[in-house]
């Protein structure tokens, strides 16, 4: 029987194989580290452009009619006075009042007072069925709210979150705490 051996092609020494599979190594570890570097810009700037804004302002759903049956998360400052909970039917509803507040302010228990109180502040009528009455749900409690804006107005809320900035001394409004209802001390049940 014949014996095989190995030859050597012509003109191909060892060193060029090697380099050859270490050029095709590195290629393959460049492409891979480029994608992944496209991936990561596309998510970066994705996620920026998407999700730029927690929420949008009660002005901006009330005035804009593209936001009627769109999903959108929403913030305002909930009046006190027009809070319902009507436990009587199969499901819990509540309904409360929330009015635009002044977003640039710098102290947020003072921007939810103002807003609050001024009668010419943008109000909205939140509709929340089948979810139990929020602990922090309260006067001039700030509502952070996802759910959807009706035609006729009122916005039905799918998942509530308030911030009662009295609960931290540091948003406390510097006028006088005590006067205003509402407004209640570190340590209080605000």
Request: aromatic share 6%.
């Amino acid at each position: 029987m014949a014996q095989a051996a190995w030859e050597k092609p012509a003109g191909t020494s060892a060193r060029e194989v090697l380099a050859r599979t270490q050029r095709a190594e590195r290629l393959k570890f460049l492409i891979g580290g480029v994608l992944l570097l496209g991936v990561v810009l596309y998510l970066v700037f994705s996620g920026t452009l998407l999700g730029a804004r927690y929420f949008i302002s009660i002005d901006e759903a009330v005035a804009d009619p593209q936001f009627v049956g769109q999903t959108v998360r929403v913030t305002g400052v909930v009046l006190g006075d027009t809070i319902t909970i009507d436990e009587d039917s199969e499901t819990t509803v509540i309904t409360f009042t929330v009015a635009a507040f002044p977003q640039d302010h710098p102290n947020l228990a003072e921007a939810l007072h103002l807003g609050a109180q001024d009668p010419n502040a943008t109000r909205m009528q939140v509709r929340v069925v089948g979810q139990p009455k929020p602990e922090l749900l309260r006067h001039e409690a700030q509502a952070i709210m996802s759910g959807k804006l009706d035609p006729n107005g009122v916005f039905i809320a799918d998942e509530l979150n308030f911030k009662c900035p009295s609960r931290f001394e540091g948003d406390a409004p510097v006028m006088g705490l005590q006067d205003h209802p509402g407004m209640e001390r570190m340590g209080d049940a605000g």
